[in-house]
Nanobody
Framework: QVRLVESGGGSVQSGGSLRLACTAS????????LGWFRQTVSAEREGVAA???????EYGDSVKGRFTITQDNDRKTLYLEMNNLKPEDTGMYYC??????????????????????WGKGTLVTISS
């Protein structure tokens, strides 16, 4: 079982920046995807960004060019740098992990149901 704990949420004005972090512990897989998802008021849980063990990152269309996903070398800490934030980015942000094949693409476009490991989330609020 992988334990994930998010931090870094908060309230900022439109155009501002936030950096989220997620620490992973427990029995991580030998090869796995890490990702960020969010639950907004207007939509079901959607993928924001995902990254594999070879630093290949993918992003949702709504955040491309504004958000950046990174990880520490040991993959125990995942980050999401969020810039030029908009009110529609408001929501609960979750860190997730799933087993993967080596060199398998990790995509935020995957249904959230295929990701079995989740943190409890951190709230991001953007005011206009």
């Amino acid at each position: 079982q992988v334990r994930l704990v998010e931090s870094g949420g908060g309230s900022v004005q439109s155009g501002g920046s936030l950096r989220l972090a997620c620490t992973a512990s427990g029995n991580t897989y030998s090869s796995y995807c890490l990702g960020w998802f969010r639950q907004t008021v207007s939509a079901e849980r959607e993928g924001v960004a995902a990254i594999d063990g070879h630093e290949m990152a993918e992003y949702g269309d709504s955040v491309k060019g504004r958000f950046t996903i990174t990880q520490d070398n040991d993959r125990k800490t995942l980050y999401l740098e969020m810039n030029n934030l908009k009110p529609e980015d408001t929501g609960m942000y979750y860190c997730a992990a799933r087993r993967s094949y080596e060199y398998e693409l990790c995509s935020p476009a995957e249904r959230y149901e295929v990701w079995p490991n989740w943190g409890k989330g951190t709230l991001v609020t953007i005011s206009s």
